[in-house]
């Protein structure tokens, strides 16, 4: 089917969230060939050498398609990437899909219990304002919970756990943020992308939200709706032992510090993770 055939519309195209961080903008090379960038408050992934080929993992806040297109023409001197693989569907890191798919005409990779929320078969659980207190938390309900129509250019990912176009790297289902949430974990030198699965800033506090003040959470408790899952996914991620993680929101993290953040997340998740109330808690 022609691309102009397409039947894709962007639902978000006029969502504006009026929160940017100070880290906005401010790219990192996390590897050589893993670069993460933050669009106001959520972080996308180019993976890939620069000379050669590349992916993007997530697609950011709505209307940032011409920022990560600017970083790419930069980045990778002029060359689309192979594919675009999501680790959910969530607003803030689809919000700019449709015009990035449209200008790149490139497939798109997601987890199959994903897929009703990327063909518009389904929309997600509304987020929830009662889960503890913050200004993110309060003003979660302004945020669009509703699927999006990729049909037509949306795929599942691969049931052998290989990432198309990223040889080395495996996806890990990661569930509880969403049913078909994944991160992305590379062997040879335990490289993460953690997606939401877990964050690395209390993501329901305006304050720290603005200021990136490095702290281990679980996924934003907002949008969270299955807190059994979701504990299970952080302690397999922690029992890879990642040497380094990119995490959906908040700063990159490393070493020592990703290793004992980590750990004390999976050891004691139910307090510092699971909020005290909210219509997904129990």
């Keep these: 089917m022609p691309w102009e055939e397409l039947a894709m519309e962007n639902t978000y195209e006029d969502m504006i969230l009026p929160v940017t961080t100070i880290t906005s903008g401010d790219g990192l ?15 996308v992934c180019f993976a890939g050498d620069p000379e050669g ?14 920022t990560m297109l ?11 990437p192979q594919a675009i693989v999501l ?4 607003f803030d890191h689809v919000g700019a899909i449709v015009d990035l798919v449209q200008y790149w005409n490139v497939p798109v990779y997601a987890h199959e219990l994903e897929l009703p929320y990327l063909t518009g078969r389904a929309d997600y659980p509304p987020a929830d304002p009662t889960v503890d207190g913050g200004l ?21 990912l691969p049931a052998d756990g290989s990432v198309p176009s990223m040889p080395g790297w495996r996806w890990v289902h990661t ?16 490289a993460l992308i953690a997606g939401d699965a877990f964050v690395t800033v209390k993501q329901e506090s305006l304050y720290k939200v603005i200021m990136q003040e490095t702290e281990f959470s679980g996924p934003p408790k907002y949008f969270t709706t299955d807190w059994g899952l979701a ?52």
């Design 175 to 190: 569930p509880g943020h969403t049913p078909g949430h994944v991160s992305l974990f590379r062997d040879r030198d335990r």
């Design 53 to 66: 080929d590349w992916v993007l993992v997530d697609a950011g806040m709505p209307r940032s398609a011409d």
């Design 136 to 156: 993110v938390t309060e003003m979660s309900p302004l945020f669009p919970n509703d699927g999006i129509d990729l049909s037509g250019h949306i795929r599942s």
């Design 87 to 90: 680790t959910h569907g969530h």
């Design 29 to 43: 090379e996390t590897a050589s060939d893993l670069y993460c960038l933050p669009i106001q408050i959520v972080n």
């Design 70 to 80: 600017r970083v790419a023409e930069e980045r990778f001197h002029g060359s689309k």
């Design 231 to 282: 504990e299970e996914s952080v302690k397999k991620l922690e029992a890879l032992k990642p040497a380094v993680a990119v995490t959906g929101h908040g700063r990159p993290v490393s070493g020592d510090v990703l290793a004992e953040g980590l750990r004390l997340l999976a050891n004691d998740f139910k307090r510092i993770a699971v909020p005290q109330q909210g219509r997904y808690v129990h």
